[in-house]
């Protein structure tokens, strides 16, 4: 991913890039143009349980799609 990022002017090598970080299954990692625009994929609003059947566990939720997330304190993600 990140030599990828270092050969972007490389057509292929961008479109790699941005395939990669919006494959990302936890959303972390976002692509960006060099002038700061936002590029990522199109979602469903969802919220689904991330789960571990190996482990027998559940971790965090997934949330997509512009759901607005709400803290305690009344900030919005």
């Known amino acids: 991913m990140w030599e990828l ?3 972007s002017g ?4 961008r479109d790699e890039a941005i ?6 299954p936890t959303g ?8 700061g625009h936002l590029i990522e994929p199109e979602f469903t609003p969802t919220i689904e349980v991330l ?4 482990r ?3 971790g ?3 949330v997509k799609g512009g759901i607005d997330v709400e803290s305690a ?3 919005v993600y």
């Open 73 to 75: 304190d009344g900030h």
């Open 28 to 35: 972390r990692l976002t692509a960006r143009t060099k002038d």
């Open 19 to 24: 395939r990669a970080a919006c494959d990302c």
């Open 60 to 62: 965090a939720l997934f």
């Open 56 to 58: 027998g566990v559940s």
């Open 51 to 54: 789960q571990d059947p190996e």
């Open 5 to 7: 990022t270092l050969r």
């Open 10 to 13: 490389d057509p292929w090598c």
